[in-house]
Nanobody, 118 residues
Framework: VQLVESGGGLVKAGGSLRLSCAAS????????MGWFRKAPGKEREFVSA?????WYADSVKGRFTISRDKAKNTVYLQMNSLKPEDTAVYYC???????????????WGQGTQVTVSS
């Protein structure tokens, strides 16, 4: 099983990016998939997740949108109105062992860097 993120980059505050997470070696169409991020000097934190519903951290609610394409086995994170504090490495994850917002997931991607300049 492999999760591969893409779409990160450098953007100015107020800009947008769309992250993708392509899964291979297994189908996660009915599983919870999530996005987490880790900023320098901070703990990894929950950003968003999707399954029969969607969940968002308060810090991104109204700005980020998670979606999935089951046929492509891909999950997306549309990030709008980006702020410098959104700067982090963003990770895709699949199948939580505990609550959805916990970072205890079975599968993880390698991460993609998002940098938001002021």
């Amino acid at each position: 099983v492999q999760l591969v993120e893409s779409g990160g980059g450098l953007v100015k505050a107020g800009g947008s990016l769309r992250l993708s997470c392509a899964a291979s070696g297994g189908s996660f169409s009915d599983d919870v998939m999530g996005w987490f991020r880790k900023a320098p000097g901070k703990e990894r934190e929950f950003v968003s997740a999707i399954s029969w519903s969607t969940w968002y951290a308060d810090s991104v609610k109204g700005r980020f949108t998670i979606s999935r394409d089951k046929a492509k086995n891909t999950v997306y994170l549309q990030m709008n109105s980006l702020k410098p504090e959104d700067t982090a490495v963003y990770y895709c994850a699949a199948i939580p062992r505990e609550v959805i917002t916990s970072s205890n997931y079975v599968y993880w991607g390698q991460g993609t860097q998002v940098t938001v300049s002021s």
